[in-house]
């Protein structure tokens, strides 16, 4: 069964950054494209972000292009998000996924194999 796990979350004040990590056990991960998602609560989970198998390729949501760098690394099994000039806006629970339909969408409903997610609090 595919398990991916997140870590790197925390509570931060505004224009602070996170470098968020999401490893995988008992699969190798580079076979397949991954996102991040987000949700915040009382709201729908939503794409933050995803990355080709190769890395070469990624997509970003609005909200957060220019401030979130996604990049993997295969050789340890892992896809990080770098979470720069964060906003209060930006807290929410976050979570990786693996692309099942290979189109690197940043919709949650073509991902599968979440993780358990990672608390990010962005407050002053």
């Known amino acids: 069964q595919l398990q991916l796990v997140e870590s790197g979350g925390g509570l931060v004040q505004p224009g602070g950054s996170l470098r968020l990590s999401c490893a995988a056990s008992a699969f190798t991960l580079r076979n397949y494209v991954v996102g991040w998602f987000r949700q915040a609560p009382g709201k729908e989970r939503e794409g933050v972000s995803s990355?080709?198998?190769?890395?070469?390729?990624?997509k970003y949501a609005d909200s957060v292009k220019g401030r979130f760098t996604i990049s993997r690394d295969n050789a340890k099994n892992t896809v990080y998000l770098q979470a720069n000039s964060l906003k209060p806006e930006d807290t929410a629970v976050y979570y990786c996924a693996v692309d099942r339909t290979g189109r690197a969408s940043l919709r949650p409903a073509e991902y599968g194999s979440w993780g358990q997610g990672t608390q990010v609090t962005v407050t002053s």
């Open positions: 990355i080709s198998t190769s890395g070469g390729r990624t």
